[in-house]
């Protein structure tokens, strides 16, 4: 996204101090961590810096044990990122019921993470999600999948 549209994002996301970060988040509550829910990334500082080696050998210090994603990024950009403001990850739409309206009517991007996502309609929320669900309008990946079955067949 970041590398696609760069002043546009650097003009929407702006941050306070005018500095460079290779990643922008959005800090969970306690201020301690970040949500890699949604993240916008640097492509070009990411390659600069090499950042994917410096993760890879975090990662095989740490002998992969819990080593999600999440907390990778979290340690090794624990103090070279910039928060991006909550409404830019409005997360527990999969797990939290008691989310507060405004809160969720605040939220620029929706964030189902938790196990209750809106596609099983188990979500308290799955009624937000519903107009942006295009899975009636696809074919099943299995039609896609197989290229010998001719429409004549269907």
């Not at 996204?1 to 002043?7: A, E, G, Q, V």
């Not at 409005?90 to 993470?113: I, M, P, R």
Request: charged fraction near 20%.
């Amino acid at each position: 996204f970041l590398h696609f549209m760069p002043n546009y994002v650097k003009s929407v996301f702006k941050n306070s101090d005018d500095q460079t970060y290779p990643l922008s988040l959005v800090r969970d509550t306690d201020m301690k961590r970040f949500n890699t829910g949604v993240m916008l990334v640097d492509f070009e500082l990411w390659k600069q810096n090499g950042y994917t080696q410096g993760i890879e050998n975090l990662a095989s210090k740490l002998n992969n044990s819990a080593s999600t994603d999440q907390i990778l990024l979290n340690l090794f950009f624990q103090h070279d990122m910039d928060a991006l403001d909550g409404t830019w990850n409005t997360n527990g739409l999969g797990w939290d019921c008691q989310l507060k309206e405004e809160y969720v009517s605040a939220g620029k991007v929706l964030h189902f993470n938790g196990g209750d996502k809106p596609s099983t309609g188990k979500s308290c929320y799955s009624q937000l999600w519903k107009p942006y669900d295009i899975s009636s309008a696809c074919p099943p990946i299995s039609e896609k999948m197989n290229p010998e079955t001719s429409d004549s067949e269907k």
